[in-house]
């Protein structure tokens, strides 16, 4: 196994934490990794979804954050 995931963006929350999202292969599937690291260590806390589900978590997110647009 080897783990070929590209940084595609980040959230920095304050100077030690920070949420990577990250896209690539994995097991030879293609998944997208939304995980918070701790002075660039990888924590616990995240999510791996395939392509698909990444789509239907993206579908429900701009149905709920649309700031009240119909």
């Given at each position: 196994m080897t783990?070929?995931?590209?940084v595609?963006?980040?959230?920095v929350?304050n100077?030690n ?10 097991w ?6 939304i995980?918070w ?7 616990n806390k995240?999510?791996?979804?395939n ?5 239907t978590?993206l ?12």
């Amino acid at each position: 196994m080897t783990d070929e995931l590209e940084v595609k963006g980040t959230i920095v929350r304050n100077a030690n934490q920070d949420c990577k999202i990250k896209m690539g292969k994995y097991w030879n599937i293609e998944v997208v990794d939304i995980r918070w690291y701790n002075s660039d260590k990888p924590t616990n806390k995240g999510i791996r979804l395939n392509k698909e589900e990444a789509k239907t978590l993206l579908d429900i997110l701009r149905r709920e954050l649309n700031d009240g647009e119909n």
